[in-house]
Every structure is written in C-alpha cells, then in structure tokens.
T-cell receptor, first 112, second 116 residues
Framework: EDQVTQSPEALRLQEGESSSLNCSYTVSGLRGLFWYRQDPGKGPEFLFTLYSAGEEKEKERLKATLTKKESFLHITAPKPEDSATYLC?????????????WGAGTKLIIKP | KAGVTQTPRYLIKTRGQQVTLSCSPISGHRSVSWYQQTPGQGLQFLFE???????NKGNFPGRFSGRQFSNSRSEMNVSTLELGDSALYLC???????????????FGPGTRLLVL
C-alpha cells in the first residue's frame, strides 16, 4: 500500500539548535516529493519540490534532500518564526494527472 | 496581489444538510484544487478544476462535488452531510497545471466545517 510517514510527530528545539525532519515513503512510482509548511489557522505554504534521488534544495535555514526511500528537511540554526507544522506529500501518478499522498506532518516548536 | 480567499471561514451544519463552500483563486490563476484536512486522515485530495473542467478527482463519494466558473472561482458542494465530514476544507490555486504537477500551489486559509 502506498504510504507516506513523517517523523517525529513533534519536535521541540531551542533557538539555534539544528535538526532534521524525516519523510519516508513507499509508493510504486515517485514523480515528485513536496514539502510544505503550515501555520496555525492557515493553509499550507509551498517550500520545495524534489524529483530524483540525490537532489537537494535550499531556502534560508531549510535544506531538503531526497533518497530512494525518504526525504529529510534539515533546519539549521532555527528561529522561533520557523515554528510550524511541516508536511510532505508524494505524487505517485504516471500520467498527466496526479495523486498526492500526504504525510501527517511534524509539528516543530522553536523556543527562544 | 490578493491571496486565495475562501468563504465562509466557519460553518456549522447538522447531519443530512448540504453545504456549499466558495473559493476565489489568485487573480490570473486558472487551476483550483480542493482538499480535506482532518486530524485523523491528514490532507486528502478531493478534486481539481482547470478552465471550468474537472481534470482530476480523489477517492471521495459522489456526495462531494464541485464546479468552476468562467472567472476561475470555484465552489464545492457536500450533500447529505455526515458527522465524518467535519473538517477543514482547503482550496489551492495555480496559474497552470504545470505548477500543480510541480507542487507549486497557493492555499487559502480554509473553511472549517462542523457537522453536528
């Protein structure tokens, strides 16, 4: 069964304490893996798309990497404003349509 | 540029009723997708509209339907509401389908529906 699992469910860090969030997936065919950030009371905000193993994308303090079975979202020297729920989703489609499978998310709390 | 707007933001209905939710995409965006978000199931894709045509559909029963108008605004309808339909319903827009396939979607704040 196609599945996307995120870990940990929640992560509390001190400001400046770097860490990584994990998104592991089991799908029959991966077309793309997406990372989003969701703040309370808001819709998800797009961060990155990764297409193939070995690919990396960076944005400010965030860096996303992809292997054949999982993706990591590395957060370097986080600030309180990085606190949010981080979601990953996988597109398993092979044709012009898409079928996104979403993970449950990791709630990240950065304490000042 | 104004973001994606959804109305209403909050809604309370009773079982058996029907509900219509509205989404206005970012100006110039022609693709609109709908998602359901619940604590237990997370985010689940409902359907996608582009140029007034449904292009893609998730695994939801026929009680869930939608449409898109010529100005790209979209509505979602749920008939015969069930308790399990309580959720945050999110709308997302993109300029073209290519951006949707690349994950570049702009989400609205959602409509929180409570079914009693």
């Amino acid at each position: 069964e196609d599945q996307v699992t995120q870990s940990p469910e929640a992560l509390r860090l001190q400001e400046g304490e770097s860490s990584s969030l994990n998104c592991s997936y089991t799908v029959s065919g991966l077309r793309g893996l997406f990372w989003y950030r969701q703040d309370p009371g808001k819709g998800p905000e797009f961060l990155f798309t990764l297409y193939s193993a070995g690919e990396e994308k960076e944005k400010e303090r965030l860096k996303a990497t992809l292997t054949k079975k999982e993706s990591f979202l590395h957060i370097t020297a986080p600030k309180p404003e990085d606190s949010a729920t981080y979601l990953c989703a996988v597109d398993r489609a092979r044709d012009s349509n898409y079928q996104l499978i979403w993970g449950a998310g990791t709630k990240l709390i950065i304490k000042p | 540029k104004a973001g994606v707007t959804q109305t209403p933001r909050y809604l309370i209905k009773t079982r058996g009723q029907q509900v219509t939710l509205s989404c206005s995409p970012i100006s110039g965006h022609r693709s609109v997708s709908w998602y359901q978000q619940t604590p237990g199931q997370g985010l689940q894709f409902l359907f996608e509209y582009f140029s007034e045509t449904q292009r893609n559909k998730g695994n939801f029963p026929g009680r869930f339907s939608g449409r898109q108008f010529s100005n790209s605004r979209s509505e979602m309808n749920v008939s015969t509401l069930e308790l399990g339909d309580s959720a945050l319903y999110l709308c997302a827009s993109s300029p073209r389908r290519q951006e949707v396939l690349a994950g570049t979607q702009y989400f609205g704040p959602g409509t929180r529906l409570l079914v009693l």
